[in-house]
């Protein structure tokens, strides 16, 4: 398993099986940035010296995984998040993000969850290093909307600040510590059924770890599944017990929550 050190100290070298990239033409790495987010606006605010990007990335399923530093003061102004949620975890340094009207800063003791659909604009201090997970929008809200019992995908909005030095917020880390590992991990990566569990296990730590609109309802215990919807639980595992199921496509099938 991945040190905490390793994370903390932001080695890229800690990621051999992800796709590395490097330049110090600003050009270019705006366009990697709009590769693996969005179209973006990327200004480098010191004049004397030209960035000194350095990122690597790797697509796992509905998630994606990175590290990225600018060397330098840059702010980043991407187009709305649609498709996807972005969790930022400094290992070095910090930013400012600016989100509805509200600031945030951002540190190795703070991270930042920025939600789908948002306008945000990040101002990245010199010599910061931040690891980032890339979320689906749809992996999350039909996460959220099944877990809840809904039948349908359910909007997230998620506090913006992460409190990576709170309990949840150290056991997100050894959960993001986990998932480097094992996406540096060839066998892993080629196994549909252990991706789909990944995917769902990492969306449900997101739900869990971070305060949200949907936060009250999590602590409701007032729905309960019966002997009936268990039976028809069985019913699909002996049917599809060839393929990748989760347990959100047992809970969407027999109508009933994850819980």
């Known amino acids: 398993m991945l040190l905490e050190a390793d994370l ?22 705006r366009l990697w940035g709009q590769s693996v987010f969005c179209q973006n606006e990327l200004t480098n605010l ?8 350095n990122m690597c990335y790797r697509k796992f399923g509905k998630l994606g995984l990175g590290k990225i530093s600018y060397g330098g003061d840059v702010t980043i102004s991407p187009e709305e998040f ?13 930013e400012r993000i600016d989100s509805n009207g509200q600031s945030t800063y951002i540190s190795q003791s703070v991270g930042c969850v920025l939600n789908a659909q948002h306008q945000v604009r990040i101002h990245h201090s010199a010599n910061t290093k931040k690891l980032f997970l890339r979320v689906g929008r749809d992996l999350l809200e039909k996460q959220c909307g099944q877990h809840l019992g809904r ?4 909007q997230v909005e998620f506090d913006t600040a992460l409190r990576l030095n709170s309990p949840t917020g150290k056991r997100w880390m050894r959960t993001m510590s986990w998932l480097v590992a094992n996406m540096n991990d060839d066998e892993v990566s080629d196994s549909p059924l252990l991706t789909a569990q990944i995917e769902h296990m990492v ?44 347990i959100c496509d047992i809970a969407e099938y027999v109508g009933v929550s994850t819980r």
């Open 151 to 154: 039948g349908m995908p359910l």
């Open 82 to 94: 649609d498709t996807f949620y972005l969790v930022q975890m400094p290992l070095q340094g910090g």
């Open 46 to 53: 010191d004049t004397l010296s030209p960035v000194d990007a």
């Open 203 to 246: 969306a449900a730590m997101l739900l869990e770890c971070q305060h949200s609109n949907r936060s009250e309802e999590f602590l409701d215990d007032s729905q309960k599944i019966t002997p009936s919807f268990v039976r028809r639980a069985e019913q699909y595992l002996e049917e599809h017990a060839s393929e990748p199921i989760t």
């Open 8 to 29: 903390t100290n932001g080695a890229f070298g800690a990621m051999p099986k992800f796709n590395h990239f490097h330049t110090r033409d600003i050009e270019q790495a």
